[in-house]
């Protein structure tokens, strides 16, 4: 069973440019969830996709957007970068999007600078 | 507001003794998990433990183990025989329901040192 992967590690960006991250979920499992974490603080969560479908989002402008794909694999894109999007970016998968029992299984992560 | 509140921002544990780390949560559900996760500094969140609201017995995994009191919502999780491997950013983490979805909502996290 292969776990939660991103890429890439490091990305460097500048003010005004747009920006795709990439995660690949665990095999079988129908749910990935974005979340956002500035220094010293918690994941903040961006939006969940269920089967290629947007199933919720949390309070984030439509500049952040995502898309989910049949072979477990997601990307999340943003576009009109500022500054205070610099922070790390991280993916989770889970069997199911519908209990709150699901466990989430995070990949490592890409931290994204924006100058 | 749906919250999550970790009180302690740093705590610091000899290697080989006990440490507990608080955490408390807001909720009107009766039914519901929540979880500990752990963030080393090579950033990927790893789950250390979960627990069932409606099972009163507390999770256990290995060397960690919860208290959790339903009624306080209070959900703390001590490690027993630190190691040094154990340092990191530990979090809370809340699945609350929002807009068609489970959202984990963190807490602000404890930074956790091993001292040798």
């Known amino acids: 069973e292969t776990g939660v992967t991103q890429s890439p590690t490091h990305l460097i960006k500048t003010r005004g440019q747009q920006v795709t991250l990439r995660c690949s979920s665990q095999?079988?499992?129908?749910?990935v969830s974005w979340y956002q974490q500035a220094l010293g603080q918690g994941p903040q969560f961006i939006f969940q996709?269920?089967?290629?479908?947007?199933?919720g989002r949390g309070n984030f402008p439509p500049r952040f957007s995502g898309l989910q794909f049949p072979n477990y694999s997601s990307e999340l894109n943003v576009n009109a970068l500022e500054l205070d999007d610099s922070a790390l970016y991280l993916c989770?998968?889970?069997?199911?999007?519908?209990?709150?029992?699901?466990?989430?299984?995070f990949g490592p992560g890409t931290r994204l600078t924006v100058l | 507001a749906q919250t999550v509140t970790q009180s302690q921002p740093e705590m610091s544990v000899q290697e080989a003794e006990t440490v507990t780390l608080s955490c408390t949560y807001d909720?009107?559900?009766?039914?519901?998990?929540l979880f500990w996760y752990k963030q080393p500094p090579s950033r990927q969140m790893i789950l250390v433990i979960r627990?069932?609201?409606?099972?009163?017995q507390n999770a256990t995994e290995n060397r960690f183990s919860v208290n959790f009191q339903k009624a306080a919502k209070s959900f703390s999780l001590k490690i027993s025989d630190s190691q040094l491997g154990d340092a990191a950013m530990y979090f809370c983490?809340?699945?609350?329901?929002?807009?068609?979805?489970?959202?984990?909502?963190f807490g602000k996290g404890t930074k956790l040192s091993v001292i040798p």
């Open positions: 989770a998968s889970s069997l199911a999007a519908g209990p709150s029992t699901d466990t989430q299984y």
């Open positions: 095999s079988g499992h129908n749910t």
């Open positions: 996709y269920y089967r290629e479908e947007e199933n």
């Open positions: 909720t009107s559900e009766s039914d519901y998990y």
């Open positions: 627990q069932e609201a409606y099972k009163q």
């Open positions: 983490a809340y699945p609350y329901s929002g807009a068609g979805s489970y959202q984990l909502t």
